[in-house]
C-alpha cells in the first residue's frame, strides 16, 4: 500500500491504496466519483477520461501511484453546483449530444480540453480532439454540434 | 389538442439528461448494495465437446467461495428464448466457445481472478462447425456426427432451426396448397421469357453492438432462513426487456412471475444486445446471490462482453432475378441462410425479419423467398438493431445496382421502374393503404445529395486520379412494431395515473437506453393532455410496479406504446370532464383542480389502456402472408465514397438520409438516432469484422475491433419526409432501426461507383479491396475483364437470349 495526495476537483485528498491500483478504481470505490466510467480498460474508449494536470488522460491506464501530486478533474468537478450546469453540459443537454450517457462525462472533458486548446476549433480539431473518446449512439453529430455552441457560448461569455 | 403550444414536434430536453451530463446518472456499476459480492463466470475454452472433469486446486480457500454448477440450478437448467434448449449452464456438453459452466462469487473482487485460474477443466474434444456451408452439408448428408443441434419442442431440424417459405401472390389467390404452386408457376414461366436473368450471391458478417456499458446486474435474492429454499429473486441491471428476465427466472428458480422482480437502471447503449442477453447474466448473479446468499454484482469486462454474448447474424443471400430489358422484375427467387449459432436464442424471428423485407420497396410480380437459420458452435447470435432485415436489404440493393450494370441502365432507373406506391401489395400481400411515394423520396434523395452532378464529375476525374470517388444509394423501408399478429400476442398494457399533486405519471415497461423513450413517451402524454412538458413523470422500470407493455425492440416504442400512451391521456382527459367538470379547452390550474376534486371523492385516477390495432390486421403464419407490420418508414440513402489506390481505405465522405417515418416527435432524438444509425451502419459495411477461429473470436477487444471514431465518419445529412401515420401518437412511426438497413448497400453500390468493382461482401476491409484491385493480373482469366461492372467473380449473369441458355434455368 502507498500513500498519495492529489487535488482532486479542486479539493485535496490523501488516500492509501495499491500502488499500482488503477486511478479509475480509485476515482469510483475509494472516491464514489462514478461519473467517471469504465468502458473497455484498454484506453481505447475514452469513457474513463478524466483531466491529469491539465492534460485529457484515460484514468483506467495510470496507475495510482502516478497521481501522486497531481491534479485532477472528473466530471462532477466540472460543475461543482449541481444546480448550474457548466456551458459544455448544458450544450451537450440541449444539442442532443447526450444519448446514453455512459461516453458523456469522458466526452464533454475532452471537450473541455479541446476547447482550451483551441477556442474556436476548426470542424478538424473537433474530429481529431474527441477521436479517442467513442460514442456508438449518436454517430458524433450531435456531439459536433454541442462542441460548436459551447465554443460559441465561451467565446460571446468571455465578449 | 392543447392550447398551448405543440410539444411534439419541437425538441424539450431529454429526461434524464441532466443527470446524464452531470455524470450523476446511476448505472449498474456505479450501484453498491449492503454485504454485495463479486461474480464471475467460468467459461469453456473450446467450442463442441463434453466436461470430462473439473479440478479446484488446492490452494485457495474453495469455502469463502460461492459456487455455482448446473445441478444447483432449483428450477430448469435453461435459457428460454423461443425454445428451451440454451442451457443456463453447461451440465455436460459444450456448444460454443465461451460457455458458462460455472460461477463463483466472493466478496473481494480481486480475490477472483487467482480462483478463476485456479479451475482446470478437460473436456473430450469433438470437432466443431463453424460455418453456414458446414452446417448445412452435415445437415443435407444426415452426417449425425456433425449434426450439432436436433431440433426443439418449438420446431426445427437436425442443424436447422427455422426455415420459411413465403411467396407472393395477389391476395385473392392465396389459398392455402394452391398459392405455391401457381407462384412457383409464374416464376417459371418469366424465367422463360424473360429478356434478363440476374444472380447474385451476397454475405454479410456478424457485429458486435458494442454498447460502451458492458453488460451487467445486481441480484438479491430471498431466501427461506429455515430450508433454505429461493422466496423471491430480484435482479437490477442494464437491459431492454425486464420482462423477459422475469419470464427467464421464473424457470430457472421455479417461481411464480410475481416472485421474480427485475428492475432497469440506467442503461449505457443496448442496440438489441441488451435483449435477449440479460437473461442469462441476470439468471446467473441471481443463482450466485441463492448460493452465497448476498446480492451478487457481476458486470462483464469488454472481453468478455465480447466474447461471450450475442452478435448480428451472419448471412449468405442469393438471389435470382428475371428482368425486362427496362429493369422490370419480372420474378424473382430469393434465398437466404443465417449463422444462428449454437443455440435458437432469437433466431427464427430474426430469419422473420430477415424473410420479410428481402424483397425491399419493390413490386414482385412473382416471387419465392426461402429462409433458413442454421446451427454453428459459435456463441449464440441474437438481437442488433435491424433484427435481420439490414443482412437482406443489403443483398437485395446490391443486386438491383448488379441489374442496372447488366442492362447498363442508371441504378435510379430500375429503383423507379419496381417501386411499390400507395394502394400496391407488398410480398406478403400486404396492402399499402396509407400514402407511400418513393418516387418522391428518391427524387428529393437524390437532389439533395446532388447525385446526378457528382456522378458525372466523378466518372469524369477518376480515370486521372489515384483517388476514385463514386456515390451510390439505397432505397429500403423498415416495419415498425412485432411482425404479423405479434402485437396482438404482446397484449400490451400501460398505466397513466394522477399523482396526488395533479401531476401525471406514465408506468410503462419501455425503457430508456439512449434512443428517448422517457422523452418521447412524456411528449405525447403532455400533448394529448395539454400540459407542459415538464409536469410528466415517468416511473423507474421494475416489473413489480410497472405493467407489461412490451419489450423494448422492433421499433415498436414510440409507434405501438406511444399510441397507448396517447389513448391512456384521452381517457384521462374523458374522465376530467365528465367527472370533474375538466372546461374543453383547459388550462394547466383547470387540469389540477379538476385532478385534484377527482381524487378527493376517489381513491385514485389510473387510465389502463390496452394494445388495440389502429386498422383490422390479417396475418397468417402458416402462409406467412397478410399484413407484416402495422406501419413501414421508408428511406432513399445516398453515400458518397473514396478509394484511394494507394491505401485500398474505402471512405465514406458524405451521407444523405431521406426518410419518411410519419411524424417527428422530437426532431433532435430523431436526427441522433438516425445518425447514430447510420455510423453503425458504415461500420457494419467497412469496419467491423468479427474475426473467429476455431469457434473463438480472436479480436474481442475495442483495439483490435475497429468502429468508426469521430475522425473517422462523413458528414451525415438526415432528413424528413413527415406523413402523419394513423398508427402512432400524433401521426409518429417507428424510426430506431431503419437507419441501419441503408448505409451498407449505398456504400457498396458507391464503391462500385468509384471503382468500376463489384463487392457483393461486408464487412469490406482495405485488405479485401486490395485483394480484389491487384489480382486480377494474376487472375487465371487474366486481363482486364474484372473492370468489367457486370462481371464480378461471385455472381453469373447470363443474358437469356443467348442460345447457350435456351431453357433458362430456374433456382430449384
Known sequence: MTQIKFTINNTPATLTVPPMKRLLDVLREDLHLTGTKEGCGEGEC?????????????????????????????????????????????????????????CTPGMILATHHLLTQHPNPTDAQIHEGLSGNLCRCTGYMRIFESVKQAALSNSQGSK | MPNGDPIIGTSPLRKEGRAKVLGAAQYIDDLTLPGMWHGTTIRSTIARGRIRNITFAPHIHWHDYAIVRAHDIPGENTIVHLTKDHPCLAASEINHVAEPILLLAHPDKSALLAARAAITITYDELPGIFTIEASESAADSNDAANIIWLGSSEGGTPNCFKQYAMYSSKPAESDALGEANTTEDAIAAAFEQADHIIEGDYTTGAQEQLYIEPNGVIAECDLDPATGHVRGVTVRGSMQCPFYLVHALTLVFNLPEEKCRVIQVETGGAFGGKEDFPSVIGSHAALLAMKSGHPVKIVYDRGEDMAATTKRHPSRTRICTAVSREGKLLAGTIDIAIDGGAYATLSPVVLSRATIH????????????????????????????????????FALERHIDKIAHTLNLSPEEVRRQNFLATGDHTATGQPLVEPVDMHHLLTRALADSGYHHKRALFAASNPTSQIKRGIGIAAFMHGAGFTGSGERRLNSLVHLEILPDGRPQILVSSTEFGQGTNTILCQVAAQTLALPYDDILIHEVDTALVPNSGPTVASRTAMIVGKLIERAANEILTTLRDQAALPTPHTRADFLTAAKSYLASHPQLRASVRYEPATKIHWDDDLYRGDAYPGFAWAVYVAEVAVDLDTYQA???????????????????????????????????????????????????????????????????VTFEEVPSPHGPGGAKGIGELPMDGPAPAILNAIEDATGIAFNNIPLLPEDIFERLTSFTTHPHGGTEDLDPSIDRDTRVEPADDPLTESPKVPA
Open chain 2, 358 to 393: 428481402a424483397p425491399g420497396p419493390y413490386k414482385w410480380p412473382a416471387l419465392r423467398v426461402r429462409s433458413k437459420a442454421m446451427a454453428t458452435n459459435i456463441p449464440p447470435h441474437g438481437a442488433f438493431r435491424g433484427f435481420g432485415a439490414p443482412q437482406t436489404l
Open chain 1, 46 to 102: 475514452g469513457a474513463c477520461a478524466i483531466l491529469f494536470n491539465g492534460e485529457l488522460a484515460n484514468s483506467c491506464l495510470i496507475p495510482a501511484l502516478q497521481a501522486n501530486n497531481a491534479t485532477l478533474t472528473t466530471i462532477e468537478g466540472l460543475a461543482p453546483n449541481a444546480a448550474a450546469l457548466h456551458p459544455i453540459q448544458q450544450c451537450f443537454l440541449q444539442e442532443g449530444g447526450a444519448q446514453c450517457g455512459i
Open chain 2, 651 to 717: 471512405t465514406v465522405t458524405r451521407f444523405d438520409a431521406l426518410q419518411e417515418v410519419g411524424k417527428v416527435l422530437h426532431p433532435i432524438l430523431a436526427t441522433g438516432q438516425i445518425e447514430g444509425g447510420i455510423a453503425q451502419g458504415i461500420g457494419y459495411a467497412l469496419y467491423e469484422k468479427c474475426v473467429y477461429q476455431d469457434g473463438h473470436l480472436m479480436n474481442n477487444q475495442m483495439t483490435n475491433y475497429i468502429m468508426p471514431t469521430s475522425a473517422d465518419l462523413p458528414a451525415i445529412h
